[in-house]
């Protein structure tokens, strides 16, 4: 979304898909690249079913793997969202099918910066000196 990139919020978290990062509290919680493109993809679609198929036609486009890397990426955003037990559940598991984020989402729009002028960019001699 050139100009104004969305945000989700979901309790603490704040999920910022344009500039990949994903805060808990304005702390930064580390995830792996694929496993953040298949949270941006189930926070889009809160409250709905993605299917594994949908999943993986969607962050491993031209990339053939099996069901087990998708599981093993959901794990991970499980830990990373700190869910333990069924209380507290973002990702549900709808068995044979796919995933759903449980949890309500609220997007915002975050209006872009204009680009400042501050720092001109030079223009260097079309043939440099080297000494």
Request: aromatic fraction near 6%.
């Amino acid at each position: 979304m050139a100009g104004s990139p969305e945000v989700y919020e979901c309790g603490p978290y704040a999920l910022d898909g344009h500039e990949r990062r994903l805060c808990n509290a304005g702390q930064v919680v580390a995830l792996r690249p694929k496993a953040h493109d298949v949270l941006v993809a189930l926070v889009r679609r809160a409250g709905t079913l993605v299917t594994k198929r949908e999943l993986l036609d969607l962050i491993w486009r031209d990339v053939s793997v099996e069901e087990g890397v998708l599981a093993v990426d959901v794990s991970s955003l499980r830990k990373s969202l700190g869910e333990c037990g069924v209380a507290g559940t973002y990702i549900e598991t709808v068995p044979r099918a796919g995933y759903r984020f449980s949890e309500a989402v609220r997007r915002t729009r975050v209006p872009a910066e204009p680009l400042s002028m501050k720092w001109p960019i030079g223009v260097l001699p079309a043939r440099p000196e080297v000494s």
